[in-house]
T-cell receptor, first 116, second 110 residues
Framework: DAGVTQSPTHLIKTRGQQVTLRCSPK?????VSWYQQALGQGPQFIFQ???????QRGNFPDRFSGHQFPNYSSELNVNALLLGDSALYLC???????????????FGPGTRLTVL | ELKVEQNPLFLSMQEGKNYTIYCNYS?????LYWYRQDPGKSLESLFV?????AVKQEGRLMASLDTKARLSTLHITAAVHDLSATYFC??????????FGQGTRLTINP
């Protein structure tokens, strides 16, 4: 079992650019959540995807958008990058508790985004 | 709005000692998680606590949950250097949104 995978590992962008981060969930998981972790802080929930739709969203602007594909993989897109978007972006996958057994969210290794 | 607070935020202790990290949360939730994070790494799941009075143990770590007090504890017994890391508690809000505490940075000195 490969676990949750994310790409790329590191990324450097400049202000105003756009970025796309990718996540493949753990085998058997159908729900993908994205979190932003600034240095020295706890992760902050961005949004969650289930059945290719955004199910929950945190307090992030519309510059942050996402997508889930039929194979349950997901993308996080951030437009008009700001310096404050520099962070570790974590993807977590889980099995939906409303249709099956409650499960833990398993986190991927993260993508370190630096905005200059 | 659900708030999760951990204390202490920084903890430096000697090997062999015992200590407890506290996690308070502001509204009712049916699940609480503890995660470990090493520097520059992702989050590793330690425990999931599902009901009042739940207690789980793995090695030198033991977690408990009191839903009435909205309090969880992570107890470290006879600490060893390998346990040095940042520990997060997280509470579920809604379907599966996790609200994290600020984290407790634990340093264990020989």
């Amino acid at each position: 079992d490969a676990g949750v995978t994310q790409s790329p590992t590191h990324l450097i962008k400049t202000r105003g650019q756009q970025v796309t981060l990718r996540c493949s969930p753990k085998s058997g998981h159908d729900t993908v959540s994205w979190y932003q972790q600034a240095l020295g802080q706890g992760p902050q929930f961005i949004f969650q995807y289930y059945e290719e739709e955004e199910r929950q969203r945190g307090n992030f602007p519309d510059r942050f958008s996402g997508h889930q594909f039929p194979n349950y993989s997901s993308e996080l897109n951030v437009n008009a990058l700001l310096l404050g978007d520099s962070a570790l972006y974590l993807c977590a996958s889980s099995f939906d508790p409303w249709t099956g057994t409650t499960d833990t969210q398993y986190f991927g290794p993260g993508t370190r985004l630096t905005v200059l | 709005e659900l708030k999760v607070e951990q204390n202490p935020l920084f903890l430096s202790m000697q090997e062999g000692k015992n200590y407890t990290i506290y996690c308070n949360y502001s509204t009712t939730s049916d699940r609480l998680y503890w995660y470990r994070q090493d520097p520059g790494k992702s989050l590793e799941s330690l425990f999931v606590l599902l009901s009042n009075g739940a207690v789980k143990q793995e090695g030198r770590l033991m977690a408990s949950l009191d839903t009435k007090a909205r309090l969880s504890t992570l107890h470290i017994t006879a600490a060893v250097h390998d346990l040095s890391a940042t520990y997060f508690c997280a509470v579920v809000q809604g379907a599966q949104k996790l609200v994290f505490g600020q984290g407790t940075r634990l340093t264990i000195n020989p």
